[in-house]
T-cell receptor, first 113, second 115 residues
Framework: DVKVTQSSRYLVKRTGEKVFLECVQDMDHENMFWYRQDPGLGLRLIYFSYDVKMKEKGDIPEGYSVSREKKERFSLILESASTNQTSMYLCASTQTGGGYEQYFGPGTRLTVT | GQQLNQSPQSMFIQEGEDVSMNCTSSSIFNTWLWYKQDPGEGPVLLIA?????ELTSNGRLTAQFGITRKDSFLNISASIPSDVGIYFCAGPPNAGGTSYGKLTFGQGTILTVHP
C-alpha cells in the first residue's frame, strides 16, 4: 500500500520559532509537494521538488524554505514562524509520467501563538 | 496563474439525496481530477478524466469532463453519511515545459450529510 507520512499531526509553536515539518514517501516518487490548506482557499502550493536537492517555488513560497537531501524525504522549514502561518500543511508525492495522481499525507495542523 | 472555481462552497443534504457540484476555469485544462478529503485526512483521488466529453463512474460517483475543457462536474447519487468531507477538483496547469506532476486545486466543496 502506498504511503506518505508526516512527522506530526498537530504542532503548536511560538512566534519566531524555527519549525521543521517532515514528509516521507515509500513509493520511490521523483516529485514531492508541500501545500497549505486554509478554509475557502483550497490547497495552495508552497514548494515542490522534482529530484534530490532540486526545488522550485510554488504559488506562496514567502516565509518558507524546503530541503530534499534524500529521494524519500521532503522537509518544509518555517525560518521564523508567524501567526499567519497557522494552517494545515499537506505533503504529497507523484511519479513523473504517472497520470497526475498525487498521494497525500494525513496533514500537520500547525498553530503559531 | 490558472484558477479553478468550485461551486457550491458548501452543501447540507439529507441521506439518500443526490449531489451535484462543479468546477470551472477561465482557461482550458487537459486533465480533470476529483479528490475527496475525509475529516482529519489528506485528499484521496476519486476520479481522473483525460478527454473532453468523457463521462466516468466510480461506484455512486460520476464525473464529466466538460466539452469546452473549461469545466467539470461531479455527481454523487444516493448519498450516505460517509460521503461527508471536502471535494476538490484539480488539474495540471498549462504552463509549458515539464509540469513535474503539479496540480492546481479548486477551493473545495464541503459536503455535510444528515442521517
Amino acid at each position: 500500500d502506498v504511503k506518505v507520512t508526516q512527522s506530526s499531526r498537530y504542532l503548536v509553536k511560538r512566534t519566531g520559532e524555527k519549525v521543521f515539518l517532515e514528509c516521507v514517501q515509500d513509493m520511490d516518487h521523483e516529485n514531492m509537494f508541500w501545500y497549505r490548506q486554509d478554509p475557502g482557499l483550497g490547497l495552495r502550493l508552497i514548494y515542490f521538488s522534482y529530484d534530490v536537492k532540486m526545488k522550485e517555488k510554488g504559488d506562496i513560497p514567502e516565509g518558507y524554505s524546503v530541503s530534499r537531501e534524500k529521494k524519500e524525504r521532503f522537509s518544509l522549514i518555517l525560518e521564523s514562524a508567524s501567526t499567519n502561518q497557522t494552517s494545515m500543511y499537506l505533503c504529497a508525492s507523484t511519479q513523473t509520467g504517472g497520470g497526475y495522481e498525487q498521494y497525500f499525507g494525513p496533514g500537520t495542523r500547525l498553530t503559531v501563538t | 496563474g490558472q484558477q479553478l472555481n468550485q461551486s457550491p462552497q458548501s452543501m447540507f443534504i439529507q441521506e439518500g439525496e443526490d449531489v451535484s457540484m462543479n468546477c470551472t476555469s477561465s482557461s482550458i485544462f487537459n486533465t480533470w481530477l476529483w479528490y475527496k478529503q475525509d475529516p482529519g485526512e489528506g485528499p484521496v483521488l476519486l476520479i481522473a478524466l483525460y478527454k473532453a466529453g468523457e463521462l466516468t463512474s466510480n461506484g455512486r460517483l460520476t464525473a464529466q469532463f466538460g466539452i469546452t475543457r473549461k469545466d467539470s462536474f461531479l455527481n454523487i447519487s444516493a448519498s450516505i453519511p460517509s460521503d461527508v468531507g471536502i471535494y476538490f477538483c484539480a488539474g495540471p496547469p498549462n504552463a509549458g515545459g515539464t509540469s513535474y506532476g503539479k496540480l492546481t486545486f479548486g477551493q473545495g466543496t464541503i459536503l455535510t450529510v444528515h442521517p
